[in-house]
C-alpha cells in the first residue's frame, strides 16, 4: 500500500498508516515533507524548541535522538503509535518505508512496485481552514537540512 503524504495531517495518515502495518500489509508513505501539522506555528515551533532541551546528561548516546530530516521525524513519530515494546510492534515497525518526495526508482529497486501505474492512497482530502505547518518547515526551523 502507498500513502500520498501530500496535504495529509500527520497524526491522522500516521495512525491509518500504522493500524495497516499492525495488520499485516506492506507501507510505503511518499511526500512525508509536505504533510501538515495543524495549530499556530509559534505554538509549534516552541513546543518543538522545548523538545529539544530534554536531554540525557548521563550518556548522549542512549537519547532521547531528535530527528531533524522529515523522513526520520515522521517515522519517529510513527513509532509512538506503535506498540513498540511487544514483537508484532516491531514487526509493523519494519514493515513501513517512508521517503522524502517520490522516488520512483529506489521504490521500483526495493519494492517492485511502478509509481506511475500503482496509484497512491490519499486518505480523506482535508481543507486546512486554520493555522497549520507543513513537516519540513518545521525540520528546516529546529535546524534540519536535507
Known amino acids: 500500500m502507498i500513502i500520498n503524504a501530500q496535504n495529509q495531517t500527520l497524526g491522522r495518515m500516521l495512525s491509518y498508516a500504522a493500524k ?25 515551533f516552541n513546543d518543538y524548541l522545548a ?7 548521563g550518556n548522549y548516546t542512549r537519547g532521547p535522538f531528535h ?7 515522521v517515522k519517529k513519530t510513527l513509532r ?4 513498540f515494546d511487544k514483537p508484532r510492534g516491531v514487526e509493523a515497525f519494519k514493515r513501513i518505508r517512508i ?6 526508482s529506489e521504490i521500483a529497486r526495493f519494492h517492485k512496485i511502478d509509481l506511475k501505474k500503482e496509484k497512491p492512497h ?13 513537516v519540513s518547515e518545521l ?6 537540512s536535507w
Open 122 to 134: 490519499n486518505l480523506e482530502p482535508r481543507t486546512h481552514v486554520g493555522d497549520y505547518v507543513t
Open 20 to 44: 495497516q502495518a499492525l495488520k499485516g500489509s506492506e507501507v510505503i508513505i511518499i511526500n512525508a515533507e509536505q504533510a501538515v501539522i495543524t495549530g499556530k506555528k509559534e505554538k509549534i
Open 99 to 104: 521517503y522524502i518526495g517520490e522516488p520512483e
Open 139 to 144: 525540520c528546516k526551523f529546529i535546524g534540519g
Open 80 to 83: 509512538g503509535m506503535l506498540p
Open 51 to 57: 523538545k529539544l532541551e530534554i536531554k540525557n546528561r
Open 67 to 73: 530527528y531533524k530530516r522529515p523522513d526520520l521525524f
